[in-house]
């Protein structure tokens, strides 16, 4: 079955260091990417997506490109900020557009 | 801002007890979920429906019941609450389309006593 794997965290940062957090999936076919991030206390919010192999998807500055060679759609950022602080997700959707799977998530703490 | 509303954000209640989570969004989406979200922060689908008078078990066994009557409302009961119930309970909606992004509400954290 399909399934995501992202990496173990808690990530901790310095203001201004570059981000990377991995992400790997497994399904038949050509699903739907996403990052998702959870702010404490509330829901989660989209952050970006990809529906096809080699699009990018960006946002607040964090990217993550679909790559369907290395099933990975990793996320990027050039420079964090305190407020990124927060629980990423990525998460997949099958072809047929079935109800998101969520990897384990990730803490991200940075620090000023 | 949020187009999906949950009530209520934070009930504590005591074993045995019956309620009821609120679940309702406002976009007009076909699709809505309920996920249960436990303290290491992982995601567990435990009931979805794709539309009116249509409901479906997720993929974690939930001992919860959920109803579809009207497009914009998705609540979720517990007949008898149990300690093992505490969690944070996410809902969920989207429009129907490969590739359409979830929206969700602020969650509901249940404690059971």
Redesign the interface.
């Known amino acids: 079955g399909n399934s995501v794997t992202q990496m173990e965290g808690p990530v901790t940062l310095s203001e201004e260091a570059f981000l990377t957090i991995n992400c790997t999936y497994t399904a038949t076919g050509y699903p739907?990417l996403?990052w998702?991030v959870?702010y404490p206390?509330?829901?989660?919010?989209?952050l970006l997506?990809a529906?096809k192999a080699d699009d990018k998807g960006s946002n607040k500055g964090f990217e993550a490109t679909y790559r369907k060679e290395t099933t990975s759609f990793h996320l990027e950022k050039g420079s964090v900020q305190v407020s990124d602080s927060a629980?990423y997700?990525c998460a997949l959707?099958g072809?047929?557009?079935t109800?998101?799977?969520?990897g384990?998530?990730t803490?991200l703490s940075v620090s000023s | 801002e949020a187009d999906i509303y949950q009530t209520p954000r934070y009930l504590v209640i005591g074993t045995g007890k019956k309620i009821t989570l609120e679940c309702s969004q406002t976009m007009g989406h076909d699709k809505m979920y309920w996920y249960q979200q436990d303290p290491g922060m992982e995601l567990h689908l435990i009931h979805y429906s794709y539309g009116v008078n249509s409901t479906e078990k997720g993929d974690l066994s939930s001992e919860s019941t959920v109803s579809r009557i009207r497009t914009e409302h998705f609540p979720l009961t517990l007949e008898s609450a149990r300690p093992s119930h505490t969690s944070q309970y996410l809902c969920a909606s989207s429009p129907t389309g490969i590739g359409s992004p979830l929206h969700f509400g602020n969650g509901t954290r249940l404690t059971v006593t």
């Open positions: 739907s996403f998702y959870q206390g509330e829901g989660l919010q989209l997506k529906t629980v997700f959707s072809e047929a557009g109800a998101l799977i969520f384990k998530g803490t």
